[in-house]
Structure formats: C-alpha cells, structure tokens
C-alpha cells in the first residue's frame, strides 16, 4: 500500500498568517494515464471532510485562491495564506492513484 | 445542490452484519462513481469500497474485501453497504462520497454527514 506521511502534525498559526503542510508519498503517485490523483481535504471541527485540492493543484469550486496546490512524483505541499478562522481543522492529503486508495494522518492546524 | 444521507448505522454485536444506505440527490446518481470512506473515532480516513457507475465494479481494500459490498441502485438514486462478519475494529463513522467528476473517480468531491456503526459486545 501506499503510505502518505503528512508533516508536520499539528501547527499553530496566527490569523492573517501563512503556512503549509507537507504530504509524501511511498511511491510516485503519476498514473499511466498522465495523471497524478494527489488530493488535499479539510475536516473542521464536527463535520465532514472537503474537497480543497484536487490532482496536486486544481482548486475546487468555492474554494478561495488562499489555498494553493504544488508539488509532483512523492512530494506534494498545501500552502494556505492569509488565514481565516474558518480555516482551522485538520488536513488530509489523499492518493487515488494506487488502490487501495490512502490518505495522509491528518495535520491539525490551530490557532497561535 | 448535492446531497448525500446516509443512514443505518447503530450498535451491533461482533460477527453479526449490518447495511448501510445513502441517499443522493442533486446531481445525475448513475453518472458518478461512488464510494465509502470510513474514520475510527478520533483517528483518520480510511477508504472503504468504490463502485462504478453500472455497479459491475467494486473495488475494496484488503481490510474489508470479502466481507463487506458496496452496491447501488440507480432508480433509487441510492448507495449501499452491506457489512457482514463485523469486528470492533469496524467501529466508525462512515461516509458516503461522490466522485469528483463523472471522468475523474479517483477522489471525492462530496460526502455526506456520515453514519456511526459501533461494533461491541
């Protein structure tokens, strides 16, 4: 299996600030078909994990050009700028390129 | 507006069986791969179990394969998970989540509110 390891853990950032999470992977996550299907998800405190990040740097719909997506074969970083208090939670980066499907640990970003 | 429910969750007895449901609405079910993606409390996400559009196929981890399987029924618009031979290890709330795209399957875009299954005695 794939093995994604997340750092660092937690963070601790002021509001307005900027930070990023690393997330690497076992193996190279570029498909046969091109494709790398790294993705970043957020869960906030008593809800469902969101799409952020999909194939290593497309933005989803509504999500705020705060978040940027970068990286490529095992080495993937989410940076987040100008952070908004509704950006606590914990972050998940994922790979759908290999099954079984895995995701990162989690990083959980809090309040400084 | 895109919207998965699941339900079926509850406590259950190790080794016996429990099934999941997820109602979807707000966009064309039988377009999208589905799947099933799990979280221990306090711990993780793991995934579970991704269907094509048609159902002919699954796909599982090696934790849960032969036990458990996801199916759907596209006039109902609905997923489903049967669990069978439950352990406490089990134990999680579990989502139901919509492909990204109908070309990318790959990853999710939507997930529902999730659905606690507690196994124990």
């Known amino acids: 299996d794939v093995v994604m390891t997340q750092t660092p853990v937690s963070l601790s950032v002021s509001l307005g600030g900027q930070t990023s999470i690393s997330c690497r992977s076992s193996q190279s996550l570029v498909h046969s078909d091109g494709n790398t299907y790294l993705y970043w998800y957020l869960q906030k405190p008593g809800q469902s994990p969101q799409l952020l990040i999909y194939k290593v740097s497309n933005r989803f719909s509504g999500v705020p050009d705060r978040f940027s997506g970068s990286g490529s074969g095992t080495d993937f970083t989410l940076k987040i700028s100008r952070v908004e208090p509704e950006d606590l939670g914990v972050y998940y980066c994922y790979q759908g390129t290999h099954y079984p499907y895995t995701f990162g640990a989690g990083t959980k970003l809090e309040l400084k | 507006e895109v919207q998965l429910v699941e339900s079926g969750g509850g406590l259950v007895q190790p080794g016996r069986s429990l099934k999941l449901s997820c109602a979807a609405s707000g966009f064309t079910f039988s377009n999208y791969y589905m799947a099933w993606v799990r979280q221990a409390p306090k711990k993780g996400l793991e995934w579970v179990a991704t269907?094509?559009?048609?159902?002919?196929?699954?796909y599982y981890p090696d934790s849960v394969k032969g036990r458990f399987t996801i199916s759907r029924d596209n006039a109902k618009s609905s997923l489903y998970l049967q669990m069978n031979s439950l352990k406490s290890e089990d134990t999680a709330t579990y989502y139901c989540?919509?492909?990204?795209?109908?070309?990318?399957?790959?990853?999710?875009?939507?997930w529902g509110q999730g659905t606690l299954v507690t196994v124990s005695s």
């Open positions: 989540a919509r492909a990204q795209s109908m070309v990318t399957h790959r990853g999710f875009a939507y």
């Open positions: 269907i094509s559009t048609s159902g002919s196929r699954t």
